[in-house]
């Protein structure tokens, strides 16, 4: 399902966003990261350069591009100073007539309501943990033990930590209640799913593929409330849970298994129609792989999970990229006809 390299020159946008919020220490290492990407996709044989949105107005910020001649990568997570924006971006693209990476904006504005994809995976027959969402603090007809609490429409495992993970009917209400009152937003309760854990990456439209899963290893948390992905653990270097997870890529998995663990990673992403790539994250329980979320704008940046795999995959991070520019080149009104399918 690939090639060598992309097909046609077409010209390429990367576009990313800087919040005002940030620090000058985090505004530096995106511009860092974004000079990597672009880097990335040149090596790999793509005309890109980097596009700034410095504010929520997408038109200002591509005033001076043609959607007939570029392609754009989306590496945007949201709209500079609106929470919870990323669609918008996706759905300013659209409305300007610009082509570009990743999934519509539809797909982007459901993955924010975890119990909406929940659904829609229960509906497909892919596994997922039992669920509920609790908007009060009314969970007494629950009864699967440990449970997970997490904010319902929420995303990069904001408010997710050892204290999510409750044992008994008390300390879930306590859990409950904490992130609906500092949230403000539903919680979302599941199945404490106690097993091992995978990163999938697939990547296609119609046709499907997979990047080699990753594994996070929890051999060296003893404590089940800390064998999770939680937010220290992606974005905190240097705090117990970022350092004793460890990445094992690929994952020591057993033909029948990684065939299985492939089979339901597709399956959730066709059920959430996502576009181009996504992540699924997944658990292993009894021979079977629960389904824990589905990230249609995973990051994309140069030290995840994602850009491990596909270095091990396709020889590059940037050859990887340049796929994803090709899926979305074949939407082009102009270029569509000029690139090969991958």
Not at 247 to 267: C, D, I, K, N, Q
Request: glycine share 8%; proline share 7%.
């Amino acid at each position: 399902m690939g090639h060598s390299g992309p097909s046609t020159a077409v010209p390429v946008v990367l576009l990313y966003n800087l919040d005002p919020s940030w620090s000058p220490a985090d505004r530096q290492e995106i511009e860092a990261e974004v000079e990597r990407l672009c880097e990335a996709l040149a090596a790999a044989g793509c005309d890109s350069g980097p596009k700034c949105l410095p504010t929520p107005d997408v038109a200002a910020a591509l005033a001076d591009g043609d959607p007939g001649e570029c392609v754009i990568f989306n590496w945007c997570d949201a709209l500079p100073g609106v929470p919870r924006s990323e669609a918008e971006v996706a759905r300013e693209l659209e409305s300007l007539g610009f082509t570009f990476t990743g999934s519509p904006f539809q797909v982007l504005e459901l993955s924010w309501r975890k119990e909406a994809v929940k659904a829609r995976l229960a509906a497909a027959g892919v596994p997922t943990p039992a669920w509920t969402v609790v908007r009060a603090g009314d969970v007494d007809g629950w009864r699967h033990f440990p449970a997970i609490v997490k904010a319902a429409h929420e995303h990069a495992s904001l408010g997710l930590g050892r204290d999510s993970v409750v044992m008994g009917r008390e300390e879930l209400a306590e859990r409950v209640a904490h992130v609906v009152e500092t949230l403000h937003q539903p919680a979302l309760v599941e199945d404490f799913i106690d097993g091992r854990e995978f990163h999938v990456t697939v990547w296609g439209n119609g046709s499907l593929a997979t990047l080699p899963p990753a594994e996070m290893d929890f051999a060296a948390v003893a404590d089940p409330r800390e064998r999770l992905c939680g937010y220290d653990a992606k974005f905190t270097p240097g705090s117990p849970a970022y350092e004793a997870i460890q990445l094992v890529l690929p994952a020591p998995l057993s033909a029948g298994e990684r065939a299985e663990l492939e089979r339901v990673a597709t399956a959730a992403y066709r059920a959430v129609g996502c576009r181009d790539y996504a992540r699924i994250d997944l658990r292993l329980r009894d021979g079977v792989f629960y389904v824990l979320d589905v990230n249609p704008n995973c990051d994309l940046s140069t030290e995840t999970s994602t850009a491990f795999a596909a270095a091990l995959a396709e020889g590059s991070f940037g050859r990887f990229l340049a796929r994803l520019v090709e899926l979305a080149q074949r939407r082009h009104p102009r270029w569509g006809g000029r690139v090969r399918r991958v």
